[in-house]
């Protein structure tokens, strides 16, 4: 199970850190993603982490303003986001993909993930 928190109302330009929390004790076997869906788009590959946390991969739209790190000790992976933009809105989803081991081409696409959470709400006003 995985259990998003974080999510918020935030101004143009500000930050916001989203947490996901996973249940189980295999937490650093997985690659962890993070996606996001604005309303009547489709939902988006925003990066992924790697099973050490010793590498990243991100979207072009998020490069250079959101970073990705976790604790394996807690179960844990986070998304930091910055100078947030206005088309940054959008229900946030932690996925985890038990099965390929590293990050791929493929860990921008959801169907490599096998686990998701229920989404946190991001809402970045101007």
């Known amino acids: 199970q995985l259990v998003e928190s974080g999510g918020g109302l935030v101004q143009a330009g500000g930050s916001l850190r989203l947490s996901c929390v996973a249940s189980?004790?295999?937490?650093?076997?997985?690659?962890m993603g993070w996606f996001r869906q604005a309303p009547g788009k489709a939902r988006e590959f925003v990066g992924a982490?790697?099973?050490?946390?010793?590498?990243?991969y991100f979207a072009d739209s998020v490069k250079g303003r959101f970073t990705i790190s976790r604790d394996n000790a807690k179960n844990a992976v986070y998304l930091q986001m910055n100078s947030l933009k206005l088309e940054d809105t959008a229900t946030y989803y932690c996925?985890?993909?038990?099965?390929?081991?590293?990050?791929?081409?493929?860990?921008?696409?959801?169907?490599?993930?096998?686990?998701w959470g229920q989404g946190t709400q991001v809402t970045v006003s101007s």
């Open positions: 982490i790697n099973r050490s946390g010793s590498s990243t």
């Open positions: 189980g004790r295999t937490f650093s076997n997985y690659v």
């Open positions: 996925a985890a993909d038990r099965t390929t081991g590293g990050l791929t081409y493929y860990s921008r696409n959801g169907a490599t993930y096998d686990y």
